[in-house]
């Protein structure tokens, strides 16, 4: 049992967290409409998951990174939080490329 993958994973949401609040870019913008787009991003995702893992396509991969937790079978609890860094870091590049366009504009 290992937290070594689900550390880094909460070290890097930690780290985009930061860059999102200290800019107020998404969450830190307006929490209700970036809580929101997490929410429903991890959903759909979480809904991706569970299908590719019904068709055979999605499997759990090496255990010896993972802290043995699984919410699901074949869907470790490091899986959850892949999801939330992947669509908080989406949120925020968008956010910011978005106020990138409208300052050139």
């Not at 809904?47 to 699984?70: M, P, R, T, Y």
């Given at each position: 049992m290992s937290f070594i993958y689900?550390?880094?994973?909460?070290?890097?949401?930690?780290g985009v967290s930061l860059i999102d609040f200290r800019f107020k870019l998404a969450l830190g913008h307006s929490w209700r409409a970036?809580?929101?787009a997490l929410g429903s991003g991890l959903a759909f995702?979480?809904?991706w998951d569970l299908a590719g893992i019904?068709?055979?396509?999605?499997?759990e991969g090496a255990k010896q990174l993972l802290c043995?937790?699984?919410l699901a079978p074949q869907l470790p609890l490091e899986e959850l939080f892949f999801l939330l860094l992947l669509c908080h870091?989406?949120?925020v590049l968008f956010a910011t490329v978005?106020?990138?366009v409208a300052r050139r504009r």
């Amino acid at each position: 049992m290992s937290f070594i993958y689900l550390g880094v994973l909460l070290f890097s949401e930690f780290g985009v967290s930061l860059i999102d609040f200290r800019f107020k870019l998404a969450l830190g913008h307006s929490w209700r409409a970036g809580l929101l787009a997490l929410g429903s991003g991890l959903a759909f995702f979480l809904i991706w998951d569970l299908a590719g893992i019904n068709s055979g396509i999605f499997f759990e991969g090496a255990k010896q990174l993972l802290c043995g937790v699984d919410l699901a079978p074949q869907l470790p609890l490091e899986e959850l939080f892949f999801l939330l860094l992947l669509c908080h870091t989406t949120l925020v590049l968008f956010a910011t490329v978005s106020r990138w366009v409208a300052r050139r504009r």
